[in-house]
Structure formats: structure tokens, C-alpha cells
């Protein structure tokens, strides 16, 4: 079976940087600020031929008080707890610190395997910390440096060693003797078909993301609180729901770009960004209070113009004035989000998890008309009566535009090509008609269209040449 890892340190160690190598991948944000991390992450991942299952912890802070840090710890026990294995990184540069003493005790007392590396060893003048270590009582440091990948064979032996202990048992591992790395990559084996569907939560801070994100998969999964902006990266986790498989994505808060000075809230940002991009469907929350304000309006924006299916889930409905509310939002929706009429909106409270299978059943709902195809007997036949009944207007030379046939050129979003021999002379809001009748015919509202109109080609262009043109008349014959 895969052996599952859990990363662990206090602040500023390098968990990150060493959750990226052995992930083969930049995922997580890695910040010379500490305390960036603070959801744990998981992540698959191979060493070798070690299949693993990694997951990146915030740093260690002792706090007894009901603060961030108590309930970041509280998500760190959980990783340990759920892990085989724990990699204990402390800073060689740094030496021992307090810190250090203390979660090292906390660790052999819970009595799990643990491999201790000393990270940031570039050289030799980390020797005396290396030394030191060996007073933490979890065995024989390995040096290593996350940032450069050195040290990784020692690691790979040192894990090996340690999986023998899991459980108290000797533990299977799977290994692919066809395949050595050179070096720690991603492991990926999955068919075009039984992927699962990417559905990213996105919205201002604060409005309630990652407390939808925890009712929704029923567990604590996610750090919450009163402070905005608490969570900084985007956090997959892997969900089902009615039978569909789903990759949750947890993101950071998204301000107004002009108000993002601190590169760590950049970085936050353009996580943010990459996660809602790569999506399939994205879920945009608002707070009931002040729905669809213009910060909200930009990122439903940003996410239609990206091609991805969009469902707006209004939270906290529960303490919400609701006819003002809904007489907003409707307005808003009218008037700012045209460019995908009928986006499906769910009142929500993500706190007492109400209303959270209507949610789910508009994301499938959306997630199917993004796919949709249609055949090309019926949607010719459709465009063929939608141009009866509302004719093309006449061009700039006083003769009507033909539109002679429409094709569906591919899905995710639906994307249609019109073919007419004078394209240029097309009217927006003919090309508004047929967008909002396609939308009403074939169920495809909510998710965003791409209407793009082409030139026919004309069958009698090079005949005319022919005629016209003696001399390359003369060079084609000869040619033959």
C-alpha cells in the first residue's frame, strides 16, 4: 500500500520546499515569511520507487489560548495521527531552537516512525547542528537541503528503514523496478474518463469558503475563523458526492488588485487565480450582506471569460435580509453578468449546512450543459428555423446576409462556429439573438457560449482566376 508521510517542523524549515520536490511540483506556496503554510495539504508523490502519499503541515507554535496558531496545531495532530511516517525537518542553519525541543518530545511520545532531517545543508558549517540534533532522541539526522534535492538517497533509505516499524508490523511497499527516478515525481495514473470533476470555491475574504469546504465534506478539513484572509493556498481534497467523484478546491480570498501590496498576498492571489482557471466549475460565494459588489462582479467575470461554468452560492441566507437580497441580486445579474444569462444561484448557510444539496445538485447540473454536444442534424435544423423567424439584417452593400450552416466546433465550454459569405457585416446584436435562442432551445444557460462567425469559402474563385488570368492559365496546363 502507499505510505502516507506527514511533513512537520516549526515555522520557516522548509516543510513547503520539501513537500514540492517530492511532489515533483510547485504546489504549495513557499514564503520567506514564516507561518506561511497553515492548512495541511496532501499530495501524491514518488521517491524512487516508494509510492507515497505526502502531506504538508503548518509550523509548529505553542499556544494555549483559543488562537489561529492553536487551531493550526490542531490540524498538524491530525496529519500525524492519519500519517505512517513523520518527517521532522529543523533548520541546520539555525541550529536547535526551543521550538525544536518541544515538538520533538510531543512526537516521541505519540511513539510514531520518524525520520529527522536536518534541512538546509549546502555545506559543511552545518556539521555542529547536525550533531546537536541527535539530543532530540528520534535517531540519526540526515542531512539534506529541500531547495537543492540533496540528500535525497539517504532520505529514501531513511523512510525504507522506518516503513518496517509502521503499525508495529512490517509493512508492504510497492515498488516499480521498471521505473528508478533520478528524482522525486509525481505519480499520475488516470484515464481521460474517470477523472474527477475540478470544482474550485472562490470569493472575497471572509465570506465563508473554507466553512463551506468543511460542511460539505462533513470534517474540519479546512482551518477556519473570525480573522479574514486565514486561509493563503489553494487546498484540493478529494470528495464524491452521488456518485461523482470531485476535487474540492479550497482558495484564498481574492481583494481588489489594487488594494494587494504584500508579494505573500500576491502569491495568495495567483493561486487563487491558477485554481479558479483550472477548474471545470467554479462556485462563487458572497456574503448575503453585500451580494455581487463590484469585487464579486470582477472575479464572475474573470471566471466566464475563462470558459468555466460558474454557480453563485449566496451564504449566511440564514441572518440575511432576504427580499432586499434576492431584488439585488436579481438586478445585479440582469445588468452586470450578461455575458451567461440564467447562472444558477443557491441561497446557502455553509455554517448550519443548509441548502448544500441544492448547491451540489446545480454544480452537476451546470457541470453537464458545460459538456453538452450537440448533434449536428438538430442544430442545423434549430439554426435554420431561428433564421426564418428572425432573418439576418441587410449588409453594408444593401443585400441581406446569408448564414448558411452552424457546427459545433467542441465542449467545456460550447463552442459553435456560423459559416456566412459576408461575416464582417454581422451585427452584435444578431450574434446576441442567436446566443440567447441557443441558450433557451437547448438548455444552456448558465455556462459560457463561443459564437464565432467564418467566411465560406467560394467553390468558383479559382475558375474566375482561371479565366481572368491567361498567363497562370497557361502555366497550369503546362504543368500538367
Known amino acids: 500500500m502507499v505510505l502516507k508521510i506527514a511533513i512537520i517542523g516549526r515555522p520557516n524549515v522548509g516543510k513547503s520546499t520539501l513537500f514540492n520536490r517530492l511532489a515533483g511540483r510547485k504546489i504549495a506556496i513557499v514564503h520567506d515569511k514564516p507561518g506561511v503554510t497553515r492548512d495541511r495539504r496532501e499530495a501524491d508523490a514518488k521517491l524512487y520507487d516508494l509510492k507515497l502519499k505526502i502531506i504538508d503541515t503548518a509550523g509548529y507554535e505553542y499556544s494555549k489560548e483559543d488562537s489561529l496558531e492553536k487551531r493550526m496545531w490542531a490540524q498538524t495532530e491530525r496529519a500525524i495521527a492519519e500519517a505512517d511516517i513523520t518527517l521532522f525537518l529543523f533548520d541546520a542553519r539555525d541550529g536547535l531552537q526551543p521550538y525544536d525541543e518541544h515538538l520533538a518530545d510531543l512526537v516521541r511520545r505519540g511513539g510514531k516512525p520518524t525520520v529527522l532531517l536536518a ?75 474517470n477523472r474527477p470533476i475540478q470544482l ?70 495567483a493561486s487563487t487565480k491558477k485554481a479558479a482557471y483550472l477548474a471545470q466549475v467554479v462556485i462563487l460565494v458572497v456574503d448575503a450582506d453585500n451580494v455581487l459588489d463590484k469585487q464579486d462582479l470582477t472575479i464572475a467575470r474573470e471566471v466566464l471569460d475563462e470558459g468555466r461554468a460558474l454557480v453563485i452560492a449566496v451564504n449566511k441566507w440564514d441572518i440575511a435580509n432576504r427580499k432586499e437580497t434576492l431584488q439585488r441580486l436579481n438586478d445585479k445579474l440582469q445588468t452586470s453578468l450578461t455575458q451567461a444569462e440564467g447562472i444558477p444561484t443557491v441561497t446557502i448557510s455553509a455554517l448550519k449546512k443548509e441548502n448544500l444539496d441544492k448547491l451540489m445538485r446545480a454544480v452537476l447540473k451546470v ?27 441587410l449588409g453594408k452593400n444593401k443585400r441581406r446576409i446569408k448564414l448558411r450552416y452552424i457546427t459545433q466546433a467542441k465542449t467545456r465550454p460550447p463552442s459553435f462556429y456560423i459559416f456566412s459569405s459576408n461575416p464582417e457585416g454581422l451585427p452584435e446584436a444578431y450574434l446576441r439573438y442567436l446566443n440567447h435562442q441557443l441558450r433557451e432551445d437547448f438548455d444552456l444557460r448558465g455556462v459560457p457560449l463561443r459564437i464565432t462567425v ?25 504543368s500538367h
Open 119 to 193: 534541512n538546509k545543508c549546502e555545506g559543511k558549517l552545518q556539521e555542529d547542528s547536525i550533531h546537536e540534533a541527535y539530543k532530540l532522541g528520534l535517531g540519526v539526522p540526515v542531512p539534506f537541503s529541500a531547495e537543492h534535492g540533496i540528500g535525497l538517497p539517504d532520505l529514501y533509505e531513511a523512510i525504507k528503514k522506518e516503513a518496517e516499524k509502521v503499525s508495529g508490523q512490517k509493512k508492504k511497499i510497492i515498488a516499480d523496478p521498471e521505473n528508478k527516478a533520478t528524482d522525486a515525481e509525481l505519480s499520475v495514473d488516470e484515464s481521460e474518463h
Open 454 to 478: 467564418r467566411k465560406t469559402g467560394n467553390p468558383y474563385a479559382d475558375a474566375k482566376e482561371k479565366k481572368t488570368n491567361p498567363i497562370r492559365n497557361k502555366k497550369i496546363k503546362a
Open 367 to 393: 457541470y453537464d450543459r458545460w459538456n453538452l454536444r450537440i448533434p449536428t442534424a438538430p442544430l442545423n435544423q434549430w439554426f435554420a428555423d431561428t433564421i426564418d423567424k428572425y432573418p439576418p439584417p
Open 200 to 269: 474550485a470555491i472562490v470569493g472575497r475574504p471572509n465570506v465563508g469558503k473554507s466553512t463551506l469546504v468543511n460542511s460539505l465534506l462533513n470534517d474540519e478539513r479546512m482551518l477556519t475563523g473570525p480573522e479574514a484572509g486565514v486561509t493563503r493556498d489553494a487546498i484540493a481534497s478529494e470528495w464524491s458526492y452521488a456518485g461523482r467523484r470531485i476535487n474540492l478546491v479550497d482558495t484564498a480570498g481574492l481583494r481588489k488588485h489594487a488594494r494587494i501590496e504584500d508579494s505573500l498576498e500576491k502569491m495568495a492571489a
